[in-house]
């Protein structure tokens, strides 16, 4: 069974994501928080496996809520703010996913189990904001452990930041999926990173993937 915290300001919303969760038989419900504050306490008292988390919520907003939290649970933010800003500092925060409030009702529920299940969820469109963002801000070198990681697994990381599925890359490198979970679970561990969305942030911020390249 998948627990699921739902932290939005709006109690329709709650009540309308509770019942679509609730109705799968794999998914429930453990708890609600109506700000950024009851989010964390409710995180903390629950320990869900994933938390849909608002990004714009009273007393403390969804970011400083997900930072706050990502060691406890996994966070898939959900909102209906669909800019920059938003998209980078969540993910920088430790979010494992970002959905628009829009996205269709199977797509959040699939949503949820991927992130569940310790992959992170990185839809195109956010992908390609990343990128948009990476290109009017300037590479600082922010991330350590870059020079630990071999050349091999550094073409693993770049495709990862490309946007690349595990299967994609093994037929790019010619290896075996096997290998390819190898060498993504070594940059998780070299890289400090929790997921995937992680280890994209992470090539873009050390410079190994520009926006233009």
Do not use: C, W
């Not at 990128?131 to 801000?137: G, Y």
């Amino acid at each position: 069974m998948i627990r699921v915290v739902i932290a939005d300001d709006q109690a329709l919303l709650r009540g309308s994501f509770r019942v679509l969760v609730d109705s799968e038989p794999d998914l429930a419900v453990v708890g609600e928080a109506a700000t950024g504050v009851e989010a964390v306490s409710v995180a903390m008292e629950q320990r869900p496996d994933v938390v849909l988390m608002d990004v714009r919520m009273p007393e403390m907003d969804g970011i400083e809520a997900t930072r706050r939290i990502k060691d406890v649970s996994r966070v898939l933010v959900v909102t209906m703010f669909d800019l920059d800003a938003y998209v980078y500092d969540a993910l920088r925060a430790g979010a494992s996913g970002f959905l628009l409030k829009d996205t269709p009702p199977a797509d959040l529920l699939a949503a949820i189990r991927v992130v569940a299940g310790g992959e992170a969820l990185l839809a195109p469109t956010v992908t390609r904001r990343l990128i948009e963002q990476f290109a009017r801000t300037p590479a600082v070198p922010r991330v350590k452990g870059l020079d630990g990681v071999t050349e091999r697994e550094r073409e693993v990381l770049t495709l990862i930041a490309r946007g690349l599925s595990n299967h994609e890359i093994a037929d790019r490198l010619q290896v075996g999926m096997a290998t390819v979970k190898t060498h993504i679970t070594r940059l998780l561990a070299k890289l400090e990173a929790r997921d995937r969305a992680q280890l994209v942030i992470a090539a873009y911020e050390s410079g190994l993937v520009s926006a233009a390249g």
